[in-house]
């Protein structure tokens, strides 16, 4: 008989601080890390749904093909993911005079700051380097 028990375990939240940006600092001076936590894939997998859009294909009425919308899945990836600041805030939003998760990521993170934050939010939900390669020539 096979031994399931090792299958059977409840899942605990594990919450990663992740230093976002060096501006952001502390009393003390110390830059205050972001929290990012990981999803289940059912919960990726909801997020990814929404994500598809409805493309006409040209000539062929009532036809659609589907596009994937990667920068609407990372922003709704990061909204689930990140724990803190609370990125959806609206005290926060008001501050940087945005309204949105994407705006407010565009005011607190420079470029690469935003593309190294993607980097780890998905790296804590097990994704790879590798994977994202792959998944980027697709």
């Known amino acids: 008989m096979e031994n399931l028990e090792a299958f059977m375990i409840e ?9 976002a940006s ?3 600092k502390d009393k003390e001076g110390n830059p205050v890390p972001w929290k990012i936590k990981s999803i289940t894939a059912d919960e990726n997998q909801r997020i990814r749904k ?3 859009i409805n493309i006409p294909i ?3 009425r009532g036809r659609y093909t589907k596009d994937f919308n990667t920068q609407k899945y990372l922003v709704l990836l990061a909204t689930e993911c990140v724990v803190y600041p609370d990125l959806q805030n609206a005290k926060l939003q008001d501050f940087y005079k945005v309204k949105g998760v994407e705006q407010l990521l565009g005011k607190l993170l420079k470029p690469g700051e935003y593309d190294d934050l993607m980097e780890k ?4 939900n097990g994704y790879s380097l590798e994977e994202k390669v792959e998944e980027a020539k697709n």
Do not use: A
Request: a negative charge.
């Open 11 to 19: 899942e605990k939240e594990e919450i990663v601080d992740y230093i």
């Open 22 to 24: 060096s501006k952001f």
């Open 50 to 52: 929404d994500c598809y």
């Open 58 to 60: 040209n000539g062929k």
């Open 121 to 124: 939010i998905q790296e804590v």
